[in-house]
């Protein structure tokens, strides 16, 4: 798939580290599935994996967590 953010990479499968912001909460999820462009590095998670990371995510803020860092698990 062609990049929309540069429109000169392609993307390849690879992986990512997601940072998701709020209020005082920050969650960072390593090793995430991704299709990454291979000119500037703009990932594109996938609907699956998105809601994953999006439920870890609000698991932390419910828990009160001011800063989680979590490696993606399948």
Known sequence: MRCVLCRHGDT???EATVTLQRGETIIVTKNVPAEV???CGEY???DKVSDKV???AEEAVKNGAELEILRYAA
Do not use: I, K, T, V
Request: proline residues 8%.
């Open 37 to 39: 462009c291979e000119n």
């Open 54 to 56: 999006m439920a870890r």
């Open 12 to 14: 390849r499968p690879g």
């Open 44 to 46: 594109y998670l996938s």
